[in-house]
């Protein structure tokens, strides 16, 4: 059994061409929404990398300024006794195991 495919009319033709530019519409206008929200993303990073430099610079600009400090010897440390020391085990006799 053969069946056989109806040629496709010309207001079909058209109807499916239609179509298809409505959707590549749509699709086109997503595409320039993301490439705008892209380039704002962009711009807020690049805001936000210019203000981390410039925290950053501040920053080394307080720790250049800040007065060194001069490394002062550690404080003497008083004397102390030394521990006590662990009294002897008293030794005990040892028997040999018998030999079997």
């Known amino acids: 059994m053969t069946s056989r495919i109806a040629p ?13 530019l ?3 519409a ?6 320039d929404q993301l490439a ?10 690049a805001s936000d990398i210019a ?3 410039a925290a950053e ?11 060194s400090a001069q490394p002062t010897a550690a404080p003497a440390r008083a004397a102390t ?3 006590r020391k ?3 085990v008293p030794s005990q006799s040892r028997q040999e195991a018998p030999v079997r």
């Open 57 to 67: 610079q501040e920053i080394s600009d307080k720790i250049s300024s800040a007065p």
């Open 36 to 45: 705008a929200e892209f380039v704002a993303s962009q711009q807020q990073i």
């Open 86 to 88: 662990p009294a002897p």
């Open 26 to 31: 749509a699709v086109r206008q997503s595409m």
């Open 8 to 20: 496709a009319t010309t207001s079909d033709s058209q109807g499916l061409i239609e179509s298809v």
């Open 51 to 53: 203000k981390l430099k």
């Open 22 to 24: 409505v959707n590549l």
């Open 81 to 83: 006794a030394p521990g």
